[in-house]
């Protein structure tokens, strides 16, 4: 088991350009998030998927989108990066029943300039 | 309102020292409460978990114990390590499919 898999694991871009981050986990998990760690904020929620075919916003979801596209894969895009959005980001999923621990992936580092 | 409050970094101890790291919650109910650790360049990963009052979540010699009175769940562990430097954060479940962190506490365990 892989876990969950987070693709780049680094990334610089110029203010304007857009990318989106990829998210795959391999446990059968129904929920999946994506959430941004910066200095002294700890983890804050940008979108979430309950399960399949269904997402919602989290704490911090201006300037991104997400798409579920399947069980497994859940990406998060930035239409137009801004130097806000410099920030290290952390993609999870749980199972979503009565378990509620999130498995983590091991993070992309985005620099945005 | 949702928050979980934990105390400012870093903590700095000595090998074999003694850990407390303090976290408060607000909550309506019981939620469940974690501790996850992340270690440097990796994701956070469950370090222990209580999913119900006067529950005591324990690994790797730390433990917690989910304290209704005092809206608490603190961190200890008995004997740091070196293995042991990394930042911990508390979380509670909010209900739903969404978790709250605290903002994390950076550890230190110098040899």
Known sequence: NAGVTQTPKFQVLKTGQSMTLQCAQDMNHNSMYWYRQDPGMGLRLIYYSASEGTTDKGEVPNGYNVSRLNKREFSLRLESAAPSQTSVYFCASSDGGHSYEQYFGPGTRLTVT | ?111
């Open chain 2, 1 to 111: 309102g949702n928050s979980v409050t934990q105390m400012e970094g870093p903590v700095t101890l000595s090998e074999e020292a003694f850990l407390t790291i303090n976290c408060t919650y607000t909550a309506t109910g019981y939620p469940s409460l974690f501790w996850y650790v992340q270690y440097p360049g990796e994701g956070l990963q469950l370090l222990l978990k209580a999913t119900k009052a006067d529950d005591k979540g324990s690994n790797k010699g730390f433990e917690a114990t989910y304290r209704k009175e005092t809206t608490s769940f603190h961190l200890e562990k008995g004997s740091v390590q070196v293995s042991d430097s990394a930042v911990y954060f508390c979380a509670r479940h909010t209900g739903g499919f969404k978790t709250i962190f605290g903002a994390g506490t950076r550890l230190f365990v110098k040899a």
